[in-house]
Each structure stands twice: as structure tokens, then as C-alpha cells.
């Protein structure tokens, strides 16, 4: 499976290459970025051979002819290089969250509807096992039917790590200077987290869609984009409630902060917590209220990474599923959409569609 990387605007482009590079069966065809210097550490990482190495999308693509091209713009910019990409006949891995608003979203889907190829979206949290647990818990009953989800995540911010979770400590002239901080890019922690949430909610929920949204957004002085978001979505079955923090006191990978982040789901027959990056999920039901501590499941191969799954997927000439979907993932965009039109309202609206 030849697979390529384009556009390193996200950390997360370093990750999945490192998954694509320790895949038996998968070769990095290519990496291609308009800036050099962003591609030095996956070259140094990886051993990138220099005829792999692009500046030009165009020529790389024609060059490389992947079967996968893993794309990490920055978020307004994920319907333009779709259909940049969709044109050359490989399918599509974008890296979270969908786009920066459903007419994006759905320019995405089209693109590639004509290709035969597949769209997938990749959510890092749907690789934790936790969560992943929580799922299997779900579809088994164990709760009932989910009336309610409750999501809270981030982290210090986006500039405190880079690639496989290496530290640095961020500056105000790199704050400045970053897409994450843009408006006009996609930037703010809504754009950056609310989709996890409201998708993998999606998942839980079998599917089903909120009626109304409301939402309240924080930019801090001197921000054009929010760093605190929460958002409010009202579904047939009551309340759900999804919020988004850059500034966490630790990162929940390193040391869960107060809150915690991740999931807490309520069903007719019981509940469910399930925090990221934890070994056990807990879980309270009729037969045991007082709750009891399950341990997540070991996610096995080939379905422990986006890559190997995918490319699994591929192989078997089989859709990806769930939060990669695009229709699981349309519906997270369309809560998205509904809490920014809630935040410049200043009320509660409708979904939007």
C-alpha cells in the first residue's frame, strides 16, 4: 500500500506517518509540503529518501501514485485540498476534525463521490481503548438505550506539543504566527475539539441527531478565536453537553486534568465514564448501581491505528465505519455548524442542514 503525505499544517501528520512507516505492508511513497523545513523531522524520522520528497502536489502525486494520501491542512482549508487530491484517483484520509463548516463537508463528499474512492475522517480519541469499550458496552445493552452524553476535552493548548507528544513550550511570537490562532484558518478550540466530541457522540447515540443546539464561546483578550467552548444540544431524549478547553491545567495524556477528558454516557438502564488515555472504563446498571471498574479492551490489529485499519478496510474492499465515516462525521459537522450559528445568534437554533 503506497501511501503519501501532504501538507504538514498539523502535528498529526508526524503520527500518522509514523504508523504508515511501521506498517509490514505499507511504504511511504511520498511527503509533500509548499515549506521544506516542515517536512525535516518525518525525512530525519523515517529515512525519507530525497526523490520522495515534494514541494509540488501536483508532481508528487503524479510522481508517487498512491493508493492512500493522508492530508493534515489546516481546518479551512480541508474542502480545497480534497478536491485537489480527489482528481488523482486514491483514497482520502483527513485528519480531524471534518471541515470548518458543513458546506465544506459536504464539497468534501462530493469530490470524492466521483471517484470511487473512499473519504475517511480520523478522530485520534476513536483509537482509545476506553472508548472503544464504551461503545462495545453500548451495542451489548448494557445501558439501555443512550438518552444523554456528556463530552469535556483539550488540552494546555496546541503549541505545547508537537509530533508523538514531544513537549516545547510555546512563544508569543509562534502564537502569532500559528493557523490555530486564526480565524480565517479554522483556528480555536471549538473548531479543534467540538467535532470529537459531537461525532463520537454520534456513535454512541446509534446515529441519532440533536433538534436544537445553544452554545457560549470564550476568546480571550487579545484572540480573535475561542480557547473554551460549551455547547448545549437538545435531542428527542433530553440534553447532551459537549465542551472544548484549550488551557487544561495538565494534558490528559500526561496527567488527566480536573475535569477530566472524555465521556460520560447516560442510558434507560445505566451509565457509563470512559476518560481518555485510562485503562478501565466504570459503569453503573441496574443489576450493579454502585458501579464497578471494567478494563478497556486491548485494541488488536489490524484495528488499533487509523492506518492499519484503513488500510484493512481497503484491502477487504470494505467501508470504514462509524466516526471515519462520512455520515457519522456529516452529522458531528452539523452540530458544529449549529453552536457557531448559536454563538453569533446569541440563543438556541435549530440543526442546522
Known amino acids: ?10 502535528m498529526h501528520m508526524g503520527d500518522l506517518l509514523r504508523m504508515a512507516h511501521d506498517h509490514p505492508d505499507a511504504e511511504i511513497a511520498g511527503i509533500c509540503d509548499a515549506q521544506p523545513v516542515r517536512m525535516r523531522e518525518a525525512i530525519a524520522n523515517f529515512g525519507i529518501p530525497e526523490d520522495r520528497v515534494f514541494t509540488d502536489y501536483k508532481t508528487c502525486l503524479e510522481q508517487t501514485r498512491p493508493d492512500l494520501v493522508i492530508l493534515c491542512p489546516a481546518t479551512a482549508g480541508h474542502a480545497e485540498w480534497t478536491e485537489k487530491v480527489a482528481p488523482f484517483g486514491t483514497h482520502i484520509l483527513m485528519e480531524k476534525p471534518f471541515a470548518a463548516n458543513l458546506a465544506d463537508a459536504d464539497r468534501m463528499i462530493a469530490a470524492m463521490a466521483a471517484t470511487g474512492k473512499q473519504l475517511i475522517i480520523n478522530w485520534p480519541l476513536r483509537w482509545y481503548p476506553s472508548h472503544v469499550t464504551a461503545k462495545r458496552l453500548i451495542d451489548e445493552g448494557k445501558i439501555g438505550d443512550v438518552t444523554e452524553v456528556h463530552y469535556y476535552d483539550g488540552n494546555r493548548g496546541p503549541l505545547w506539543h508537537g509530533a508523538d507528544k514531544i513537549e516545547s513550550t510555546p512563544t508569543a511570537e509562534a502564537k502569532a504566527a500559528s493557523w490555530f490562532f486564526k480565524k480565517s484558518a479554522g483556528g480555536g478550540s471549538l473548531l479543534d475539539y467540538l467535532g470529537y466530541g459531537t461525532t463520537l457522540g454520534t456513535w454512541f447515540m446509534d446515529g441519532r441527531a440533536p433538534l436544537e443546539v445553544t452554545a457560549l464561546a470564550h476568546n480571550p483578550d487579545g484572540l480573535e478565536v475561542d480557547e473554551h467552548a460549551v455547547v448545549i444540544a437538545r435531542y428527542a431524549t433530553g440534553l447532551s453537553k459537549f465542551e472544548t478547553r484549550w488551557g487544561t491545567f495538565t494534558d490528559p495524556w500526561t496527567h488527566q486534568p480536573q475535569p477530566k477528558c472524555g465521556f460520560v454516557i447516560v442510558g434507560t438502564r445505566g451509565t457509563i465514564s470512559s476518560y481518555d488515555m485510562e485503562p478501565a472504563v466504570r459503569i453503573q446498571t441496574v443489576g450493579c448501581p454502585q458501579g464497578e471498574d471494567i478494563p478497556a479492551d486491548a485494541l488488536e490489529h489490524p484495528h488499533h ?11 477487504k474492499n470494505l467501508p470504514v465505519e462509524g466516526p471515519l465515516s462520512p455520515a457519522i462525521a456529516r452529522i458531528g459537522q452539523q452540530i458544529v455548524d449549529s453552536a457557531i450559528l448559536s454563538i453569533q445568534k446569541g440563543g438556541v437554533v435549530r440543526l442546522v442542514n
Open 1 to 10: 500500500m503506497k501511501i503519501t503525505g501532504i501538507n504538514f499544517d498539523h
Open 305 to 315: 491505528n487509523p492506518i492499519t485499519h484503513v488500510i484493512d478496510r481497503i484491502k
